[in-house]
């Protein structure tokens, strides 16, 4: 199970805005770009700022973010915007994003660096393994338990705590080595339905 599965209900909300954008002459490269640009300055925001507070940034950008990919893949898809720079731009601009709105939490007690250094490495594997599966012959897998979207929920509620009440609680230190065991899962499930998609067809 994966939050990513609720995508295409997501995208149908979207779907009326995504025509308009379109009709106004927004392009889905416009649109990966502008993403990956505010990531990065949310995310260098919150490692400069003393405050708190300001971690409500992360759940209203996660939910931002969020709905501008499914702007752009349907920008792309429906409305012919298809490009080898396009898929480029997709897939890069999501690992620059999710490492910046990660990152500020290297500081965050009761989380340790090294932990979030190796959950950050983790999160970029998962994605590298779901792009590996087109190399092989099979489709790009999005399979969980802890991909892009639920990554982003996680980091969603973590922030919007954060930002609530100033600190977050001594026993979260256990939630690392929960995420990279999940993490890892995720990795081995996309690698072994790579493979069983390749052998199926």
């Known amino acids: 199970m994966s939050v990513y599965q609720l995508k295409s209900r997501f995208q149908n909300l979207l779907r009326p805005l995504t025509g308009r954008l379109a009709r106004c002459g ?3 490269n416009q649109v990966t770009v502008t993403a990956m640009l505010i990531s990065v300055a949310v995310g260098a925001w919150l ?3 003393d405050n708190k507070t300001w971690f409500w940034l992360i759940p209203v950008w996660l939910f931002i973010r969020m709905a501008m990919n499914a702007i752009d893949g349907m920008l792309a898809r429906e409305f012919n915007q298809k490009s080898t720079l396009g898929a480029y731009l997709n897939e890069i601009g999501d ?3 999710d490492t ?6 290297l500081w965050i007690a ?3 660096s090294q932990w979030i250094v190796v959950i950050i490495a983790l999160a970029l594997l998962t994605e590298i393994a779901g792009l590996l599966a087109l190399s092989v012959g099979a489709s790009r897998r999005y399979d969980g338990p802890m991909g892009k979207s639920d990554r982003a929920l996680l980091f969603g509620i973590l922030g ?3 930002a609530v009440d100033g600190f977050l609680p001594q026993w979260m230190v256990w939630l690392q080595p929960l995420l990279i065991a999940l993490l890892l899962l995720t990795i081995f499930n996309r690698i072994r339905r ?3 998609e390749v ?3």
Request: charged content about 5%.
């Open 47 to 49: 490692m400069i700022t």
């Open 100 to 105: 910046a709105l990660i990152l500020p939490f």
């Open 194 to 196: 790579g493979f069983v």
């Open 160 to 162: 919007g705590w954060l």
């Open 26 to 28: 927004v392009t889905a």
């Open 199 to 201: 052998a199926k067809g």
């Open 110 to 112: 009761p989380f340790q």
């Open 95 to 97: 690992l620059v994003s």
